[in-house]
């Protein structure tokens, strides 16, 4: 367990993440993607943290932030697609091709 | 599941040698699980007035296990067979990894870890995952409908859980399950923060779908969550939930009535007692408070109980300055 | 025996998040998420970030309860045992997701870290302690703020009522065949009660 191997397993999450998110056609997929990206880099961060930090507080911190960035990207995605749902009935992407009510 | 090595655990605890941990827990909650069958029972039948059927022998339980254990086992079209088959199995493992952090005795616990009530409201947290699955997982309409009720209902009681823990802990100053033990050394939790423990009844009731949280495998659903197990799974599914009130009770024993703390007798003589009376407590409102529908009860969870839960925190934190 | 530990999560974790796009159900799509972060959280426990690890852990659980609620919602089979996928650019999208992961493979095997690991994990907690409530409690006000606009703005979204009337206003099922720029007037040509069809009920 060291620098380069978790950041090859953080680059790997990553990066099945992006695929996931653009691939996807269903909101919820694609959010699933969002997820996994930022598993990634909370997996990155505190590898930083305990290999190169010597125990300071920053790269925890941004643990934290990136812990706080899913959970708000959790709660307006899942709002955001109620309110399209009721709008449009739409649980696609390809179900709203404009933003236009 | 902390494993590595710990450092100065607050309350000086040992815990026990690691190859003794799992079959010592597994005895426990077993024949806690047994007591509380039987418990269940007697208190139903004495209350129906129908007391000294075969039913409510001590063997009675025991008797149709074995049955249970040799009836055929009949699956569903297309079910999730790896989900279904481990949901009991998963169950009781969270409910032994919750019991874990519990101190059973002074200095006994087997991991008294430094975050104990953080990782027993995972394992709490991970229960629903695992209450979902096997209602999911067989393929069939009613177990389904009566998964997604249960998610609304655990939803709303485990923030509860969660507040009414803190609380406890914070007289403690510590999320050690035992620093929150030797805390209520001069005065149990129960006296100094009053509506922990009712709220923890309803949590308990609610993780082990029971009481006025029956939902899960509820007659008005045709058995729900458990309609389609049949033989070793019914069986499995059955004990693992006795298991889990067990652990509930032991748990509520040990943050709200002062855990193994008492005069006289030994402490694991006491601990044995208090879970007893909250087991007895949560049969008997198992047995006679009348099922809530899952929305009436996600109201008064969240416009209710959770503001109840904020007072609890409330007091608990005056009580401390 | 943590580099045999750290193999395991991390190739857990890996597997898992791969097979969340790759399943037939959306539930097991959201569980195999919920293992992966689980993994990671396993992971971060042997970086000595526990307190980290437990609250990612505790937080990502109930997330994904919600997570699998939610899939339901928006689900055409609510069982979801059915087989399905979509995906649309897939193409793209693997190019983008190796370019992704290979920017940071190529950081991790060329770049120069310095070497300064965690020397004592319980000084660690407690630093992270006064940097989280410390002095002026900044980064946890931040984060309460943040959390409390977030509320704010996911209730006015969903609600299912208002400034401009009933959110299922003009509201209609989608089409038969997916894709294009469904707009509720298209249907109305044929369908003279599409206006006022109710979906759902709005409880959750």
Redesign the interface.
Same mark, same amino acid.
């Given at each position: 367990?060291s620098?380069?191997?978790?950041?090859?397993?953080?680059?790997?999450?990553?990066?099945?993440?992006?695929?996931?998110?653009?691939?996807?056609?269903?909101?919820?997929?694609l959010?699933?993607?969002i997820?996994?990206v930022v598993?990634?880099v909370?997996?990155?961060a505190?590898?930083?943290?305990?290999?190169?930090?010597?125990?300071?507080?920053k790269g925890?911190?941004l643990?934290?932030?990136a812990?706080?960035v899913?959970?708000?990207e959790?709660?307006?995605g899942?709002?955001?697609?109620?309110?399209v749902?009721?709008?449009?009935?739409?649980?696609?992407?390809?179900?709203?091709?404009?933003l236009?009510g | 599941m902390m494993g590595g090595d710990r450092i100065d655990v607050p309350s000086g605890i040992d815990p026990f040698h690691p190859a003794l941990a799992v079959p010592v827990l597994l005895a426990v909650v077993g024949l806690g699980a047994v007591i509380a069958v039987i418990l269940h029972r007697k208190v139903a039948s004495s209350l129906a007035g129908t007391g000294g059927s075969p039913a409510t022998s001590a063997a009675a339980p025991l008797r149709e296990a074995r049955w249970l254990a040799r009836q055929q086992v009949v699956t569903t079209e297309r079910p999730d067979l790896a989900t279904w088959i481990l949901a009991p199995a998963a169950y009781l493992g969270l409910a032994v990894a919750a019991l874990s952090v519990v101190p059973l005795s002074a200095g006994v616990a087997v991991a008294d870890v430094r975050t104990g009530i953080v990782v027993f409201g995972a394992a709490e947290a991970l229960a629903i995952v695992v209450i979902f699955l096997h209602g999911w997982s067989p393929n069939s309409p009613y177990a389904l409908i009566s998964a997604y009720r249960f998610v609304a209902v655990a939803l709303s009681y485990e923030l509860l859980s969660m507040f009414v823990l803190i609380a406890a802990a914070i007289p403690a100053g510590s999320l050690s399950i035992g620093a929150i033990v030797d805390s209520q050394a001069g005065l149990w939790n129960v006296v100094r923060q009053p509506l922990g423990l009712p709220l923890w009844l309803v949590v308990s009731w609610g993780v082990t779908f029971s009481g006025p949280l029956a939902v899960v495998d509820s007659a008005d659903l045709a058995g729900g969550g458990g309609v389609e197990d049949s033989g070793l799974q019914r069986l499995a599914w059955a004990g693992a939930r006795a298991a889990m009130l067990v652990v509930f009770a032991a748990a509520g024993a040990t943050v709200f009535l002062g855990g193994w703390q008492g005069p006289v007798l030994p402490g694991g003589a006491w601990m044995a007692l208090k879970t007893a009376a909250l087991l007895a407590v949560l049969v008997v409102g198992d047995i006679t408070l009348a099922r809530m529908s899952a929305q009436r009860f996600v109201r008064l969870a969240w416009a209710v109980l959770l503001p109840l839960a904020f007072l609890d925190l409330l007091i608990a934190g005056l009580g401390s300055l | 025996m943590?580099?045999v530990a750290?193999v395991v999560f991390?190739l857990t974790?890996?597997v898992s998040?791969?097979l969340?796009?790759r399943v037939d159900s959306?539930i097991r799509?959201?569980f195999l !998420?919920l293992a992966?972060?689980l993994n +990671?959280g396993a992971?971060?426990v042997?970086? #000595?970030?526990e307190?980290?690890g437990t =609250?990612?852990l505790f937080?990502m659980t109930v997330?994904m309860i919600?997570?699998a609620l939610?899939?339901v919602m928006?689900?055409m089979n609510p069982a979801g045992l059915n087989p399905m996928s979509?995906?649309?650019?897939?193409r793209?999208?693997?190019v983008?997701?190796?370019v992704?992961?290979?920017?940071?493979?190529a950081?991790?095997?060329f770049a120069e870290?310095?070497?300064?690991?965690?020397?004592?994990?319980d000084?660690?907690v407690r630093?992270?302690g006064?940097? !989280?409530l410390g002095q002026s409690m900044l +980064?946890f006000e931040s984060?309460g703020v943040? #959390?409390l606009a977030?509320?704010v703005? =996911?209730?006015?979204?969903?609600a299912?009522r208002g400034r401009y009337g009933d959110?299922?206003e003009?509201?209609?099922?989608?089409p038969l065949d997916?894709?294009?720029?469904?707009?509720?007037e298209d249907d109305l040509v044929d369908d003279d009660a599409a206006g006022d069809h109710h979906?759902g009920h709005g409880g959750m």
């Open positions: 367990m620098l380069v191997t978790i950041l090859l397993v953080a680059g790997a999450l990553i990066g099945i993440g992006v695929w996931g998110a653009l691939a996807q056609q269903s909101f919820v997929m959010m699933m993607g997820e996994l598993n990634g909370i997996l990155a505190a590898g930083f943290w305990a290999e190169t930090g010597a125990g300071g507080p925890q911190v643990v934290i932030v812990m706080a899913m959970a708000v959790m709660a307006i899942f709002a955001l697609v109620a309110a749902y009721r709008a449009r009935q739409a649980d696609m992407t390809e179900g709203i091709g404009s236009r | - | 943590i580099d750290f991390s974790a890996v998040g791969y969340v796009f959306m799509a959201s !998420l992966s972060f +990671v992971v971060l042997l970086l #000595l970030a307190y980290l =609250a990612l937080m997330e919600v997570m939610f899939m928006f689900m979509m995906v649309h650019q897939p793209v999208a693997a983008a997701g190796v992704a992961a290979g920017g940071i493979w950081v991790a095997l870290f310095p070497d300064a690991p965690v020397v004592d994990a000084q660690a630093d992270l006064f940097e !989280l +980064v984060a943040t #959390l977030t509320m703005c =996911a209730v006015v979204l969903s299912a959110g299922y003009g509201s209609v099922a989608p997916p894709g294009g720029d469904h707009r509720p979906h």
